[in-house]
Protein backbone atom coordinates (compact mmCIF):
# COMPACT_ATOMS: atom_id res chain seq x y z
CA UNK A 1 0.00 0.00 0.00
CA UNK A 2 1.39 3.21 -1.07
CA UNK A 3 2.02 6.08 1.34
CA UNK A 4 0.05 9.15 1.96
CA UNK A 5 1.52 12.11 -0.05
CA UNK A 6 1.19 15.44 1.59
CA UNK A 7 0.68 18.28 -1.10
CA UNK A 8 0.14 22.26 -0.03
CA UNK A 9 -0.80 23.99 -2.98
CA UNK A 10 -0.11 27.90 -2.06
CA UNK A 11 -2.14 29.36 -5.11
CA UNK A 12 -4.11 33.03 -4.54
CA UNK A 13 -6.33 32.25 -7.05
CA UNK A 14 -9.22 29.87 -6.59
CA UNK A 15 -9.85 28.61 -10.03
CA UNK A 16 -6.06 27.72 -10.28
CA UNK A 17 -6.14 25.91 -7.13
CA UNK A 18 -9.05 24.06 -7.63
CA UNK A 19 -7.86 23.16 -11.23
CA UNK A 20 -4.52 22.07 -10.32
CA UNK A 21 -6.01 19.72 -7.01
CA UNK A 22 -8.96 18.21 -9.91
CA UNK A 23 -5.37 17.21 -11.99
CA UNK A 24 -3.88 15.96 -9.19
CA UNK A 25 -6.81 13.98 -7.75
CA UNK A 26 -6.27 11.50 -11.52
CA UNK A 27 -2.93 10.29 -10.07
CA UNK A 28 -3.35 6.91 -8.33
CA UNK A 29 -2.07 7.93 -5.11
CA UNK A 30 -3.52 8.72 -1.47
CA UNK A 31 -2.54 12.46 -1.37
CA UNK A 32 -4.01 14.57 1.01
CA UNK A 33 -4.26 18.29 -0.50
CA UNK A 34 -4.03 21.34 1.74
CA UNK A 35 -4.88 24.97 0.07
CA UNK A 36 -2.62 28.01 1.00
CA UNK A 37 -4.21 30.86 -0.28
CA UNK A 38 -2.31 33.73 1.14
CA UNK A 39 1.73 33.99 2.15
CA UNK A 40 0.30 34.70 5.88
CA UNK A 41 -1.44 31.20 5.40
CA UNK A 42 1.51 29.28 4.07
CA UNK A 43 3.83 30.58 6.99
CA UNK A 44 1.02 29.35 9.27
CA UNK A 45 0.69 25.49 7.81
CA UNK A 46 4.57 25.35 6.77
CA UNK A 47 4.53 25.56 10.39
CA UNK A 48 1.94 22.60 11.98
CA UNK A 49 2.14 20.27 9.01
CA UNK A 50 4.89 18.36 7.18
CA UNK A 51 4.56 18.52 3.46
CA UNK A 52 5.82 16.29 1.31
CA UNK A 53 5.46 18.70 -1.76
CA UNK A 54 4.46 22.38 -1.74
CA UNK A 55 3.00 23.52 -4.97
CA UNK A 56 3.99 27.16 -4.90
CA UNK A 57 3.05 30.47 -7.18
CA UNK A 58 6.25 32.59 -7.04
CA UNK A 59 4.27 35.32 -7.12
CA UNK A 60 2.78 34.94 -3.33
CA UNK A 61 6.41 34.83 -1.73
CA UNK A 62 7.10 38.31 -3.85
CA UNK A 63 9.65 35.58 -6.22
CA UNK A 64 11.83 35.02 -3.08
CA UNK A 65 14.37 31.56 -3.95
CA UNK A 66 13.17 28.33 -2.52
CA UNK A 67 16.53 28.19 -0.73
CA UNK A 68 15.53 31.30 0.59
CA UNK A 69 11.98 30.16 1.89
CA UNK A 70 13.39 26.90 3.46
CA UNK A 71 15.73 28.89 5.11
CA UNK A 72 13.25 31.44 6.47
CA UNK A 73 10.02 29.90 7.18
CA UNK A 74 9.83 26.22 6.13
CA UNK A 75 12.63 24.44 8.04
CA UNK A 76 11.18 20.88 7.85
CA UNK A 77 14.09 18.77 5.42
CA UNK A 78 12.92 16.97 2.88
CA UNK A 79 9.99 18.72 1.06
CA UNK A 80 10.23 19.29 -2.45
CA UNK A 81 8.84 22.81 -3.30
CA UNK A 82 7.37 22.96 -7.28
CA UNK A 83 6.70 26.45 -8.91
CA UNK A 84 3.69 26.69 -9.88
CA UNK A 85 3.79 29.35 -12.71
CA UNK A 86 1.20 31.82 -14.07
CA UNK A 87 2.94 34.73 -15.52
CA UNK A 88 6.59 34.65 -17.07
CA UNK A 89 9.21 34.19 -14.47
CA UNK A 90 12.55 34.63 -14.80
CA UNK A 91 14.39 31.09 -15.87
CA UNK A 92 17.49 31.22 -13.29
CA UNK A 93 14.90 31.40 -10.63
CA UNK A 94 12.51 28.82 -11.93
CA UNK A 95 15.66 26.08 -12.11
CA UNK A 96 15.95 26.85 -8.25
CA UNK A 97 12.81 24.77 -7.88
CA UNK A 98 12.77 21.22 -7.79
CA UNK A 99 10.23 21.06 -10.51
CA UNK A 100 8.13 23.53 -12.26
CA UNK A 101 4.87 23.50 -13.65
CA UNK A 102 3.30 26.11 -15.74
CA UNK A 103 -0.68 26.36 -16.04
CA UNK A 104 -0.21 25.96 -19.76
CA UNK A 105 1.24 22.54 -19.36
CA UNK A 106 -1.35 19.36 -20.09
CA UNK A 107 -2.47 17.40 -17.44
CA UNK A 108 -0.25 14.60 -18.79
CA UNK A 109 2.83 16.75 -18.17
CA UNK A 110 1.93 17.92 -14.75
CA UNK A 111 0.93 14.53 -13.76
CA UNK A 112 4.49 13.44 -15.11
CA UNK A 113 6.14 15.83 -13.22
CA UNK A 114 4.68 15.33 -10.73
CA UNK A 115 5.84 11.78 -10.18
CA UNK A 116 9.04 12.72 -11.01
CA UNK A 117 9.38 15.21 -8.03
CA UNK A 118 7.55 12.41 -5.99
CA UNK A 119 10.19 9.54 -6.72
CA UNK A 120 13.69 11.49 -7.05
CA UNK A 121 15.35 10.98 -3.80
CA UNK A 122 16.65 13.56 -1.10
CA UNK A 123 19.74 14.66 -2.07
CA UNK A 124 20.63 16.69 0.82
CA UNK A 125 20.89 13.91 3.51
CA UNK A 126 22.68 10.20 2.81
CA UNK A 127 21.79 7.07 5.09
CA UNK A 128 25.32 7.19 6.24
CA UNK A 129 26.33 6.13 9.78
CA UNK A 130 26.06 8.68 12.80
CA UNK A 131 28.56 11.01 13.09
CA UNK A 132 30.54 11.18 16.45
CA UNK A 133 28.44 14.32 17.55
CA UNK A 134 25.09 12.71 16.67
CA UNK A 135 26.02 9.81 18.64
CA UNK A 136 26.50 11.72 21.28
CA UNK A 137 23.06 13.33 21.57
CA UNK A 138 21.72 9.92 20.81
CA UNK A 139 23.14 9.12 24.04
CA UNK A 140 21.79 11.96 25.76
CA UNK A 141 18.41 11.70 24.09
CA UNK A 142 17.85 8.26 25.39
CA UNK A 143 18.36 9.56 28.84
CA UNK A 144 15.52 11.74 29.00
CA UNK A 145 17.49 15.11 28.48
CA UNK A 146 15.60 17.95 26.91
CA UNK A 147 16.86 19.50 23.74
CA UNK A 148 16.90 22.58 26.12
CA UNK A 149 19.47 20.41 28.59
CA UNK A 150 21.28 18.92 25.69
CA UNK A 151 22.12 22.22 24.41
CA UNK A 152 23.50 23.36 27.29
CA UNK A 153 25.54 20.53 28.58
CA UNK A 154 27.57 20.14 24.67
CA UNK A 155 27.83 24.27 24.25
CA UNK A 156 25.40 24.36 21.36
CA UNK A 157 22.63 26.54 20.76
CA UNK A 158 19.26 24.78 20.79
CA UNK A 159 18.95 24.76 16.89
CA UNK A 160 21.83 23.27 16.46
CA UNK A 161 20.44 19.92 18.27
CA UNK A 162 17.37 20.24 16.80
CA UNK A 163 19.23 20.25 13.39
CA UNK A 164 21.10 17.46 14.77
CA UNK A 165 17.72 15.52 15.73
CA UNK A 166 16.40 15.90 12.39
CA UNK A 167 19.70 14.67 10.31
CA UNK A 168 19.60 11.47 12.89
CA UNK A 169 16.06 10.72 12.79
CA UNK A 170 16.66 10.75 8.70
CA UNK A 171 19.33 9.04 8.80
CA UNK A 172 18.11 5.87 10.99
CA UNK A 173 14.65 6.45 9.76
CA UNK A 174 13.92 6.12 13.56
CA UNK A 175 11.47 9.13 15.09
CA UNK A 176 10.69 8.32 18.23
CA UNK A 177 13.08 8.25 21.56
CA UNK A 178 11.66 4.86 22.63
CA UNK A 179 13.29 3.74 19.07
CA UNK A 180 16.20 5.57 19.73
CA UNK A 181 16.58 3.65 23.19
CA UNK A 182 16.51 0.38 21.36
CA UNK A 183 19.57 1.96 18.82
CA UNK A 184 21.38 2.94 21.64
CA UNK A 185 21.31 0.10 23.48
CA UNK A 186 22.14 -2.02 20.43
CA UNK A 187 25.30 -0.27 19.43
CA UNK A 188 26.43 0.48 23.18
CA UNK A 189 26.13 4.07 22.88
CA UNK A 190 24.80 4.06 26.58
CA UNK A 191 25.48 2.47 29.60
CA UNK A 192 22.60 0.43 30.68
CA UNK A 193 22.44 1.85 34.29
CA UNK A 194 21.75 5.99 32.74
CA UNK A 195 18.13 4.50 31.36
CA UNK A 196 17.37 2.66 34.53
CA UNK A 197 17.88 6.09 36.76
CA UNK A 198 15.27 7.75 34.57
CA UNK A 199 12.87 4.78 35.90
CA UNK B 1 -0.10 -5.07 -13.03
CA UNK B 2 -3.34 -7.11 -14.06
CA UNK B 3 -6.44 -5.09 -14.26
CA UNK B 4 -8.60 -6.28 -11.02
CA UNK B 5 -12.42 -6.31 -11.46
CA UNK B 6 -15.05 -4.52 -9.51
CA UNK B 7 -17.32 -6.48 -7.29
CA UNK B 8 -20.94 -6.06 -7.82
CA UNK B 9 -24.20 -7.03 -5.93
CA UNK B 10 -24.51 -10.37 -7.90
CA UNK B 11 -21.21 -11.54 -7.50
CA UNK B 12 -21.05 -14.62 -5.70
CA UNK B 13 -19.50 -13.80 -2.22
CA UNK B 14 -17.41 -16.86 -2.36
CA UNK B 15 -15.92 -15.69 -5.27
CA UNK B 16 -14.96 -13.09 -3.56
CA UNK B 17 -13.83 -14.38 -0.25
CA UNK B 18 -11.29 -17.03 -2.20
CA UNK B 19 -10.26 -15.27 -4.24
CA UNK B 20 -9.06 -12.47 -1.61
CA UNK B 21 -8.57 -13.71 1.48
CA UNK B 22 -8.61 -10.41 3.63
CA UNK B 23 -12.23 -9.77 2.35
CA UNK B 24 -12.51 -12.65 5.53
CA UNK B 25 -11.44 -9.57 8.18
CA UNK B 26 -13.96 -7.67 6.22
CA UNK B 27 -16.61 -9.81 6.54
CA UNK B 28 -15.87 -10.74 10.34
CA UNK B 29 -16.58 -6.98 10.94
CA UNK B 30 -19.62 -6.97 9.17
CA UNK B 31 -20.92 -9.41 11.08
CA UNK B 32 -21.62 -11.93 8.26
CA UNK B 33 -20.40 -15.56 9.27
CA UNK B 34 -19.07 -18.14 6.39
CA UNK B 35 -20.45 -20.83 4.55
CA UNK B 36 -22.41 -19.02 1.85
CA UNK B 37 -23.18 -21.73 -0.23
CA UNK B 38 -23.92 -20.87 -3.60
CA UNK B 39 -25.50 -17.22 -2.79
CA UNK B 40 -25.08 -13.39 -4.34
CA UNK B 41 -23.45 -10.40 -2.55
CA UNK B 42 -26.28 -9.08 -2.45
CA UNK B 43 -28.13 -12.16 -0.67
CA UNK B 44 -25.09 -12.53 2.05
CA UNK B 45 -25.89 -8.89 3.00
CA UNK B 46 -29.27 -8.75 2.50
CA UNK B 47 -29.53 -11.95 5.25
CA UNK B 48 -27.44 -10.57 7.57
CA UNK B 49 -29.21 -6.65 7.17
CA UNK B 50 -26.03 -5.15 6.45
CA UNK B 51 -26.00 -2.45 3.33
CA UNK B 52 -24.58 -4.07 0.36
CA UNK B 53 -23.70 -0.96 -0.69
CA UNK B 54 -21.14 -0.10 1.55
CA UNK B 55 -19.57 -3.91 2.17
CA UNK B 56 -19.07 -3.34 -1.86
CA UNK B 57 -16.99 -0.50 -1.35
CA UNK B 58 -15.36 -1.15 1.69
CA UNK B 59 -14.36 -4.87 -0.47
CA UNK B 60 -13.71 -2.93 -3.78
CA UNK B 61 -11.42 -0.67 -2.45
CA UNK B 62 -9.20 -3.72 -0.44
CA UNK B 63 -9.03 -5.38 -3.56
CA UNK B 64 -7.90 -3.20 -5.82
CA UNK B 65 -6.19 0.10 -5.49
CA UNK B 66 -8.25 2.43 -7.27
CA UNK B 67 -10.16 6.23 -7.81
CA UNK B 68 -13.27 6.12 -5.48
CA UNK B 69 -16.46 7.06 -8.10
CA UNK B 70 -18.59 9.80 -6.76
CA UNK B 71 -20.97 7.20 -6.99
CA UNK B 72 -19.67 4.91 -4.54
CA UNK B 73 -19.19 7.44 -2.08
CA UNK B 74 -23.05 8.70 -2.35
CA UNK B 75 -24.52 5.49 -1.54
CA UNK B 76 -22.09 4.74 1.37
CA UNK B 77 -24.12 4.71 4.41
CA UNK B 78 -22.17 6.39 7.15
CA UNK B 79 -23.91 4.60 10.02
CA UNK B 80 -22.65 1.40 8.19
CA UNK B 81 -19.34 2.66 7.92
CA UNK B 82 -18.82 3.58 11.51
CA UNK B 83 -19.95 0.09 12.50
CA UNK B 84 -17.79 -0.93 10.46
CA UNK B 85 -14.58 1.01 11.86
CA UNK B 86 -15.79 0.24 15.22
CA UNK B 87 -15.34 -3.31 15.27
CA UNK B 88 -12.21 -2.95 13.36
CA UNK B 89 -10.51 -0.54 16.64
CA UNK B 90 -11.99 -3.34 18.59
CA UNK B 91 -10.19 -5.90 16.13
CA UNK B 92 -6.64 -3.90 16.66
CA UNK B 93 -6.54 -2.92 20.33
CA UNK B 94 -8.63 -6.42 21.62
CA UNK B 95 -7.02 -8.85 19.85
CA UNK B 96 -4.52 -8.02 17.03
CA UNK B 97 -2.03 -6.08 18.83
CA UNK B 98 -2.20 -7.81 22.14
CA UNK B 99 -1.30 -10.84 20.17
CA UNK B 100 1.64 -9.66 18.61
CA UNK B 101 2.57 -8.65 22.27
CA UNK B 102 2.28 -11.73 23.26
CA UNK B 103 4.45 -13.80 20.45
CA UNK B 104 6.62 -10.47 20.88
CA UNK B 105 7.12 -11.68 24.50
CA UNK B 106 7.24 -15.16 23.83
CA UNK B 107 10.49 -15.12 21.69
CA UNK B 108 12.07 -12.04 23.71
CA UNK B 109 11.68 -13.90 27.26
CA UNK B 110 14.63 -16.37 26.19
CA UNK B 111 16.78 -13.82 27.31
CA UNK B 112 15.42 -10.83 29.68
CA UNK B 113 17.82 -8.13 29.11
CA UNK B 114 17.86 -4.81 28.71
CA UNK B 115 17.70 -4.94 25.14
CA UNK B 116 14.30 -6.78 25.12
CA UNK B 117 12.71 -4.51 27.64
CA UNK B 118 13.45 -1.62 25.31
CA UNK B 119 11.70 -3.50 22.98
CA UNK B 120 8.14 -4.86 24.75
CA UNK B 121 8.18 -1.08 25.67
CA UNK B 122 8.39 0.45 22.30
CA UNK B 123 5.53 -1.97 21.27
CA UNK B 124 3.56 -0.87 24.14
CA UNK B 125 3.95 2.82 23.67
CA UNK B 126 3.05 2.15 20.27
CA UNK B 127 0.08 0.64 21.10
CA UNK B 128 -1.28 3.42 23.50
CA UNK B 129 -0.48 5.97 20.32
CA UNK B 130 -2.89 3.13 18.61
CA UNK B 131 -5.53 3.77 21.62
CA UNK B 132 -5.32 6.93 21.50
CA UNK B 133 -5.91 7.85 17.93
CA UNK B 134 -8.53 5.45 17.78
CA UNK B 135 -10.34 6.29 20.84
CA UNK B 136 -10.46 9.77 19.56
CA UNK B 137 -12.39 8.90 16.39
CA UNK B 138 -14.91 6.76 18.78
CA UNK B 139 -15.11 9.55 21.66
CA UNK B 140 -15.56 12.63 18.97
CA UNK B 141 -15.74 11.72 15.35
CA UNK B 142 -17.98 8.96 15.93
CA UNK B 143 -20.30 10.71 17.87
CA UNK B 144 -20.18 14.15 15.59
CA UNK B 145 -21.14 11.69 12.82
CA UNK B 146 -24.36 10.13 14.51
CA UNK B 147 -25.25 13.64 15.27
CA UNK B 148 -25.13 14.61 11.45
CA UNK B 149 -27.22 11.43 10.47
CA UNK B 150 -29.67 12.55 12.76
CA UNK B 151 -29.67 16.03 11.06
CA UNK B 152 -28.46 17.77 13.79
CA UNK B 153 -25.67 20.18 13.21
CA UNK B 154 -22.66 20.58 15.32
CA UNK B 155 -21.43 23.94 14.27
CA UNK B 156 -17.82 23.53 16.59
CA UNK B 157 -16.77 20.73 14.86
CA UNK B 158 -16.65 19.20 11.48
CA UNK B 159 -15.06 16.63 9.47
CA UNK B 160 -12.21 18.56 7.99
CA UNK B 161 -10.50 19.06 11.39
CA UNK B 162 -10.70 15.04 11.34
CA UNK B 163 -9.07 15.23 7.96
CA UNK B 164 -6.41 17.63 8.86
CA UNK B 165 -5.43 15.94 11.77
CA UNK B 166 -5.78 12.15 10.91
CA UNK B 167 -2.17 10.90 11.16
CA UNK B 168 -1.27 7.32 9.80
CA UNK B 169 -1.51 5.41 12.47
CA UNK B 170 0.64 2.29 11.11
CA UNK B 171 3.54 4.28 10.61
CA UNK B 172 5.31 3.54 13.80
CA UNK B 173 4.85 -0.35 13.34
CA UNK B 174 6.56 0.46 10.32
CA UNK B 175 9.37 1.97 11.91
CA UNK B 176 8.73 -0.80 14.92
CA UNK B 177 9.72 -3.49 11.76
CA UNK B 178 12.74 -1.74 10.95
CA UNK B 179 14.03 -1.35 14.17
CA UNK B 180 14.19 -5.59 14.26
CA UNK B 181 15.06 -6.33 11.34
CA UNK B 182 17.84 -3.56 11.30
CA UNK B 183 19.30 -3.83 14.62
CA UNK B 184 17.66 -6.95 17.05
CA UNK B 185 20.46 -9.14 17.25
CA UNK B 186 18.84 -12.14 17.26
CA UNK B 187 19.46 -15.50 15.29
CA UNK B 188 17.00 -15.68 12.41
CA UNK B 189 14.40 -17.93 14.20
CA UNK B 190 11.03 -19.68 13.08
CA UNK B 191 9.14 -17.69 16.46
CA UNK B 192 10.82 -14.00 15.51
CA UNK B 193 9.99 -14.59 11.81
CA UNK B 194 6.28 -15.26 13.01
CA UNK B 195 5.85 -12.50 14.74
CA UNK B 196 7.65 -10.15 12.37
CA UNK B 197 5.10 -11.82 9.47
CA UNK B 198 2.29 -11.09 12.16
CA UNK B 199 3.50 -7.43 12.10
CA UNK B 200 3.49 -6.62 8.41
CA UNK B 201 0.17 -7.93 8.02
CA UNK B 202 -1.23 -5.71 11.07
CA UNK B 203 0.82 -3.12 9.24
CA UNK B 204 -1.10 -3.53 6.02
CA UNK B 205 -4.83 -4.01 7.42
CA UNK B 206 -3.58 -0.45 10.07
CA UNK B 207 -2.93 1.24 6.33
CA UNK B 208 -6.04 -0.10 4.83
CA UNK B 209 -7.97 1.44 7.46
CA UNK B 210 -6.53 4.45 7.75
CA UNK B 211 -7.32 4.33 3.89
CA UNK B 212 -11.33 3.44 4.68
CA UNK B 213 -11.08 6.68 7.30
CA UNK B 214 -9.61 9.12 4.56
CA UNK B 215 -11.26 8.02 1.23
CA UNK B 216 -14.33 6.33 2.25
CA UNK B 217 -15.47 7.83 5.40
CA UNK B 218 -14.36 11.54 5.44
CA UNK B 219 -16.10 12.42 1.62
CA UNK B 220 -19.14 10.66 2.32
CA UNK B 221 -19.29 12.74 5.62
CA UNK B 222 -18.34 15.90 3.55
CA UNK B 223 -21.74 15.17 1.41
CA UNK B 224 -23.79 15.04 4.36
CA UNK B 225 -22.29 17.93 6.15
CA UNK B 226 -23.06 19.84 2.61
CA UNK B 227 -26.65 18.51 2.30
CA UNK B 228 -27.63 19.57 5.68
CA UNK B 229 -26.36 23.06 5.38
CA UNK B 230 -28.19 23.21 2.43
CA UNK B 231 -31.46 21.86 4.38
CA UNK B 232 -30.32 24.73 7.37
CA UNK B 233 -30.60 27.19 4.17
CA UNK B 234 -33.95 26.19 2.78
CA UNK B 235 -35.92 26.23 6.26
CA UNK B 236 -34.30 29.48 7.20
Partial sequence: ?199 | MKKLMTYTPTHKMSDLATQHFRILLVLNRFGIGLGFGEKTIAEVCKENNVDVATFLAVANMLVKDDDIAEETILNISPEALITYLQRSHEYFLEFRLPEIRQGLENVLTERKNDLNNAVLNYFDEYVEEVRKHMMYEETKVFPYIRELIEGKNNRKYNIDIFRRHHDQVEYRLKEFKQILIKYYPAKGSNELNNVLFDIFNCEYDLASHNKIENQLLIPSILKLEQKNRLRDEQTN
Avoid: W
Wanted: glycine share 4%; proline share 2%.
Fill in chain 1, 1 to 199: MSKQIKIAIAESSDVIRAGVISILKRMNSQILFFEIKNFQQLRQSVAHHNFDILILNPILTGFSSPQQLKKEIIKSGGIKIIALQSVLCENSLLSQYDESISIFDSSEQIISKLKKAISSPDTDISTECLSSREKEIVGLVVKGLSNKQIAQKLNLSIHTVITHRRNISTKLDIHSTSGLTIYAIVNKLIEIDDINKND
